[in-house]
């Protein structure tokens, strides 16, 4: 079946950054764009941006420019998100997800990052 | 503003029905954009419930349904069941903003 699989979670301290990483199976990883979703603690879901799996072309929302980085590995079906000079409000569960025309299925399971000193 | 808006809070017995809004403007849902909805379980990753509006993928039972009219989209819920209780999210493409856009969630209770 289709699924996507995150790593672990991270516990960093601020200045530092993390990669985490989605690994796609169950579809042609290259048929489908990848999105990340970002919840912060108690928060709604933002949409971040995504990733062209065939290209390898990103594009970031508003506010996810800068410090945020989508790349892909295609040669083993996944996708990372890279985030530089971690900040305590950058604490929050990260989600990749499938795109299907306009929507987002299936999704990760989640990735937590928690940024302290 | 780009924004999609909901009620934070939603409530019914059991078996009951309740209806949850999402009201965009003419640069998203207003510009004939589909919506989507999530339904995100406590502790778990939001799950696709609705997609282009009022399409349900499969496994999601009929006492769910989508509509959308001019900037607004709706979805309801009926039969209210205990497992119902949840966050739910609606989701459409922004023009503004050149990708999607996400509405503030709305918790479900079912009392």
């Known amino acids: 079946q289709v699924q996507l699989v995150q790593s672990g979670s991270e516990l960093m301290t601020p200045g530092a950054s993390v990669k985490i990483s989605c690994k796609a199976s169950?579809?042609?990883?290259?048929?489908?764009?990848l999105n990340w979703v970002r919840q912060a603690p108690g928060q709604g879901l933002e949409w971040m941006g995504w990733?062209?799996?065939?290209?390898?072309?990103?594009t970031y929302s508003q506010g996810f420019t800068g410090r945020f980085v989508f790349s892909l590995d295609t040669s083993v079906s996944t996708t990372y998100l890279q985030i530089d000079s971690l900040k305590a409000d950058d604490t929050a569960i990260y989600y990749c997800?499938?795109?299907?025309?306009?929507?987002?299925?299936?999704w990760g399971q989640g990735t937590l990052v928690t940024v302290s000193s | 503003q780009s924004v999609l808006t909901q009620p934070p809070s939603v409530s019914g017995a059991p078996g009951q029905k309740v209806t949850i809004s999402c009201t965009g403007s003419?640069?998203?849902?207003?510009?004939?954009?589909?919506v989507q909805w999530y339904r995100q379980l406590p502790g778990t990753a939001p799950k696709l419930l609705m997609y282009s509006n009022n399409i349900r993928p499969s496994g999601v039972p009929d006492r769910f349904s989508g509509s959308k009219s001019g900037t607004s989209a709706s979805l309801a819920i009926t039969g209210l069941q205990a497992e119902d209780e949840a966050d739910y999210y609606c989701q459409s493409f922004d023009t503004s903003l050149g990708g999607s856009l996400f509405g503030g969630g709305t918790k479900l209770t079912v009392l």
């Open positions: 169950g579809y042609t990883f290259t048929s489908h764009a």
């Open positions: 997800a499938r795109a299907q025309m306009n929507w987002l299925d299936p």
């Open positions: 003419s640069s998203n849902i207003g510009a004939d954009y589909d």
């Open positions: 990733i062209n799996t065939n290209t390898g072309n990103p």
